[in-house]
């Protein structure tokens, strides 16, 4: 995800330094979305067809054959007690926080029913 932030906002970005994490941050991060492209890299590719990640979805939609692709990325960043090295303190990040109400899935809990460019998940399988 780092390397995603640095090849596409900002080289500066750092994983361990939130002093990094405001310059040139993504236009929809209060969405808690990074951007509009697609994060085609090796490790996105390589969760969507880890066995074991695979199995886990398998389970919860209840389904052997699924169909997957790699869209965009997510990240919040913290808002509570971050540390801040370079000042070896703590501090609150109001402007970092969410849109309240505001959370993002591809899946609707409450019916089963998953998209994703325009497929639909054929059965109310999550209750």
Known sequence: MAFFLQETFNPDIRRDQPETWSYKWPNFSKLGILGNNRWLYPQAC????????????????????????ITRAG???????????????????????????????DMNPLTGRATTYGFEHRRNRIS
């Open 75 to 105: 990240l919040m960043r913290p808002t509570k007690n971050i540390y801040f090295s370079t000042r070896n303190e703590f501090e609150d990040r109001e402007n970092w926080k969410t849109i309240s109400d505001w959370l993002h899935l």
């Open 46 to 69: 390589d969760n969507r067809q880890n066995p074991n990640i695979y199995k886990v979805f398998q389970i919860l939609f209840g389904e052997r054959e699924l169909i997957v692709n």
